[in-house]
């Protein structure tokens, strides 16, 4: 019937969707950290899911439930989620939504770091691998399509286009993280779409409406470019 015919128009689909921030240790204690709650990635694991997709979500931590019929996979740091999404093997559609943190600690403390009387404290931080960037990389295994998402706070179009090719990735969602405007934790979200050839822009839309209408986009485009 009808309602099967949309509820399926993933299935044969592989999908991998990062979700989350990532934690990075100080110590055995602290940790560097960031504002993403998790509820755009797993919104956007569960509609492909309930279009028939078979989904990996690959999730820093977030107190968010695994949605049904996802296979979810915990990791902590940017490294471990980088190490997770080569162990997924190849998708038709990847997704990173992960709010990566882009520094870790040169060499996080096995011990707690005690206060002391020092007035100051310097942290060393080095980068993290870019996972977007290497799910991105042209092969016989990269994903049909890759989607990436920005979150900025000026110039949003310009810098996300940018990082759209930047990063190699087909798509960038970009959406604004003013004061006004931020998206962290809340239900609903304005996302701007870029990829080669245009720009659309979805304004205040609840997340799951957003992951709804970019699973239809995603699928419509796989299914154009590829024979399944
Ligand atoms: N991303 C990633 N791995 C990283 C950093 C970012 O996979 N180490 C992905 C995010 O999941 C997102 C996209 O790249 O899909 C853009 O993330 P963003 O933080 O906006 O871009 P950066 O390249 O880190 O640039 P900056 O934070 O300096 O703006
Ligand atoms: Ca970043």
Redesign the pocket.
Known sequence: NGANEVADIASGLRVLV?AGPTHEAIDPIRYIANRSSGKQGYAIAAAFAQSGAQVTLVSGPTSLPAPEDVARIHVTT?EEMLYACRQVGSVDIAV?????A?WRLETSSAHKLKKGDDERLQLSLVK??????MISQPGPSRPSLVI?????TDDIQQ?AAQ?RTQ?NCDWIVANGVDAQNAPFGQDDNTVTIIDETSTETWPGLPKKEIAARLVQRAVKTVRSRTSH
Do not use: H, Q, R
């Open positions: 990062t940017a990173c939504v992960a709010a990566v882009d993290n691998p870019d996972i977007l960037a990436g998402f920005a979150a900025e810098n990082k990063k």
